[in-house]
T-cell receptor
Framework: EAQVTQNPRYLITVTGKKLTVTCSQN?????MSWYRQDPGLGLRQIYY???????DKGDVPEGYKVSRKEKRNFPLILESPSPNQTSLYFC????????????FGDGTRLSIL | AQTVTQSQPEMSVQEAETVTLSCTYD???????LFWYKQPPSRQMILVIR??????QNATENRFSVNFQKAAKSFSLKISDSQLGDAAMYFC??????????FGKGTRLHILP
C-alpha cells in the first residue's frame, strides 16, 4: 500500500530534550516536506527536499533540522525543543512537478512541556 | 512574497445545499498549480481537486468544482449537494514549480442536518 509513515503519532516531552520524528514513504517520491499545523495558522512548511542531499527552508525553519540521506526517509529533528514548538506535524511526499499533489502522513501530535 | 488567503474561518451549510469556499493568492509566477485539500476530524489530509494555472477550464470532481479566475488570482471551491461527510477543514494550497508550497489558514465547514 502506498503510504507516508510518521513516527511517533504522539509525543509528550520536556524542553531541551532532543527528539526526532521519522518520516518514510514507499512511493519513490522525489519531493518530501514537513509542515506544522496550528489553530488559526493553517499549515506552514518547515523544510522541503527535492531529492537526496537537497533540502531547503520553508516558511518556519527556525528550531528545526532535517536530512535527506536516502530517498525514502526525511526525519525532522528538534535539537532543543521549546514549548512554542508544540504543534501537529505532518510529513508529505510527492513526485517532482507543480502538478503533483502531496501525499500526507497521519500526523504527529507533539507537546513540549 | 507569495501568499494564500482564505477569508472565511468558518462556514455552515444546510445538507443538500451548495456552498462556496473562497481562496485568493498572490504570486508573480505564471506556471503553478492550485489545490484544495480536505481535513476531516480524523485529521488526515485528502486531496479534493487541483487546477493548472494555464488551463482556463475549471476543474470538476463529482460534486466538487472550482471557479478559477487567474487575473483576479481567485480559486474558490464549490461543493454541490452538501453531505454530512463533507464536514471538515478545507485548505487551499499554491504550488509553483518545484518550490515551497503555500497553504491558506483553512475554512472549517459545518454541515447542518
Amino acid at each position: 500500500e502506498a503510504q507516508v509513515t510518521q513516527n511517533p503519532r504522539y509525543l509528550i516531552t520536556v524542553t531541551g530534550k532532543k527528539l526526532t520524528v521519522t518520516c518514510s514513504q514507499n512511493m519513490n517520491h522525489e519531493y518530501m516536506s514537513w509542515y506544522r499545523q496550528d489553530p488559526g495558522l493553517g499549515l506552514r512548511q518547515i523544510y522541503y527536499s527535492m531529492n537526496v542531499e537537497v533540502t531547503d527552508k520553508g516558511d518556519v525553519p527556525e528550531g528545526y533540522k532535517v536530512s535527506r540521506k536516502e530517498k525514502r526517509n526525511f526525519p525532522l529533528i528538534l535539537e532543543s525543543p521549546s514549548p512554542n514548538q508544540t504543534s501537529l506535524y505532518f510529513c508529505a511526499s510527492s513526485r517532482q512537478g507543480s502538478n503533483q499533489p502531496q501525499h500526507f502522513g497521519d500526523g504527529t501530535r507533539l507537546s513540549i512541556l | 512574497a507569495q501568499t494564500v488567503t482564505q477569508s472565511q474561518p468558518e462556514m455552515s451549510v444546510q445538507e443538500a445545499e451548495t456552498v462556496t469556499l473562497s481562496c485568493t493568492y498572490d504570486t508573480s509566477e505564471s506556471d503553478y498549480y492550485l489545490f484544495w485539500y480536505k481535513q476531516p476530524p480524523s485529521r488526515q489530509m485528502i486531496l479534493v481537486i487541483r487546477q493548472e494555472a494555464y488551463k482556463q477550464q475549471n476543474a470538476t470532481e463529482n460534486r466538487f468544482s472550482v471557479n478559477f479566475q487567474k487575473a483576479a488570482k481567485s480559486f474558490s471551491l464549490k461543493i454541490s449537494d452538501s453531505q454530512l461527510g463533507d464536514a471538515a477543514m478545507y485548505f487551499c494550497a499554491y504550488r509553483p514549480r518545484d518550490d515551497k508550497i503555500i497553504f491558506g489558514k483553512g475554512t472549517r465547514l459545518h454541515i447542518l442536518p
